[in-house]
């Protein structure tokens, strides 16, 4: 809802995205007469934002993006390098966005217990993404339950952990049941976040979220129910990129030097030296040692295999001990 209605502010938006290296910028399509009624109130969050009290309908009617601006919005981020996606709330912007050939049909958090709009998103082959804000396992279950019986394949769906609510405290993120939903279910999961900031996203990425999606603004300072508890361009790049070292950061599970260190392995570490001068013949212990820098020499770790060994010549303070010192 960023674009407040205006074309020219929808493609900033699109320009932002490409920029900051998302792959894609998603948009909603929806008739506010289709999608609320005229006295339905507005959310706590909403009235806060906007700073006035008219109904939802009243808001959503000057948000409405029609099919014309959502054909103009793919073409432009299509030229610019970036995916376009759009989520329908009702029949008729699903039909319009289905002829658009999108790569992915979005089914919005309040949805999901629309099951006429499921079965009607199921009915076509179109991989899906299912957020979940405000719902129970139950109800993920039962919307899934719909997107398979109508022939959707669980390969085709990402099941998108989130919060509704704008900004989501922290206290309320709870990334452990995008986990839970993961084996649960057995799909693609990701995170849609509503927190500030880029902490919660990368966080979902280290766990494993496949996707991530984030509100992004121009100004968080605009007017409108959405800018407050979004991202502003130069912050969201920063976390893209964020994200994209998460798997690199992330590396293999086994433990070992990696290629960088391993020059640093005789600087840091240590080897076995002589703490005194000690003459041919002289029986060695542990006082006879100290261990220091470089590491190039022998480990610290075996100076117990040379306790009671006799020096087969004179050493001085300070001389690395050798095997061949010793009988």
Known sequence: MNHNGDLKTAEALVRAAAEAGADYVKFQMFKASSLSTIGAPQAEYQVQNIGNESSQSEMLKELELDENQHLHLKDYAEEIGIGFLSSP???????KLQKMGLD???????????RPLLEAIAMRDTPIILSTGMCTMEEISDALEVL?????????VTVLHCNTEYPTPLADVNLRAMDSIRERFGCSVGYSDH???ELVPIIATVRGAEMIEKHLTLDQEMSGPDHAASMEPLEFKLMVDAIRNVPEVLGESSKKPSASEKRNIPIARKSIYYSKNLPLGHQLNSEDFIMLRPGDGLSPMSYREFLGKTLMKDVREGEALSKEHVE
């Not at 709330?89 to 039909?95: G, I, R």
């Open 148 to 156: 398979y019986d109508g022939g959707v394949q669980k390969s085709q």
């Open 104 to 114: 992915y049909m979005k089914i919005p958090s309040g949805e999901i217990t629309n």
């Open 195 to 197: 927190t500030l900031g």
């Open 89 to 95: 709330f009702d029949l008729e912007s699903l039909a």
